[in-house]
Structures are given as C-alpha cells and as structure tokens.
C-alpha cells in the first residue's frame, strides 16, 4: 500500500510559479511510476506529467516547458515545479502512483487527497 499526501497548492498570477509536493508514504524506488494529474469540475481528470520507475518522464503537450516533475528518493517526495503559469491551468491536482516499470503501461492505482491550484489576475 502506498500513502500519498500532496502540499504546495495556492493562488497565484499569470506568469506566477508553485512548487506541488507529494509526500509517499513508503520508498518506491525501482518500483514505482509517479505522476501528477489534474481536475476541474465537471471534467475527466488528466495526466500532466509522469516521471517512470525506470527515470523517463512525459508530459502533456499543454504543459511541456513549463512543468518539470521530480522526485527525491532520499526523501520520498514527488515534485512538480510549474512555472509560467496560465489561467488554464487552474485544477486539482493530485499526486499518483502505480508498480510499473513505464509511463502509460497501467493506470494508477494510488491517488493522493489533491492540492487546489488557481491561476487568476
């Protein structure tokens, strides 16, 4: 069983940048993929970045050069550092977990509670 628990979220101005953290419960490394998805009311939630056990990451075009997903394996911590920050980006987002080698291979099956980012002037 992996526990996860994302931090970071906020309010901030177009142009403005969060750090997300998500602190997992129990050491994955070489075990697990981790990513970050994201939900707005009344839609499906959507991958945004995924960083694989086997160290590539992915991300949604909507976001590439801009996000950057981490992760601290001394400390168990999932980051995604997102910069440049649009309106559009505003959601909850939540830290995700799967045993799986690669991005994209299996759904995830570990979800944190989600951290509410908003992007307004």
């Known amino acids: 069983q992996v526990h996860l628990e994302e931090s970071g979220g906020g309010s901030v101005q177009p142009g403005g940048s969060l750090t997300l953290s998500c602190v997992i419960s129990r050491p994955t490394a070489g075990g697990h993929t981790m990513g970050w998805t994201r939900q707005v009311p009344g839609k499906e939630r959507d991958g945004v970045a995924c960083l694989g056990a086997d160290g590539v990451t992915t991300y949604a075009d909507s976001v590439k050069g801009r996000f950057t997903i981490s992760k601290d394996n001394v400390k168990n911590i999932l980051y995604l550092q997102m910069n440049d920050l649009r309106p559009e980006d505003s959601a909850m987002y939540y830290c995700?977990?799967?045993?799986?080698?690669?991005?994209?291979?299996?759904?995830?099956?570990?979800w944190g509670q989600g951290t509410q980012v908003t992007v307004s002037s």
């Open positions: 995700a977990a799967v045993r799986a080698r690669q991005c994209g291979t299996l759904p995830y099956n570990y």
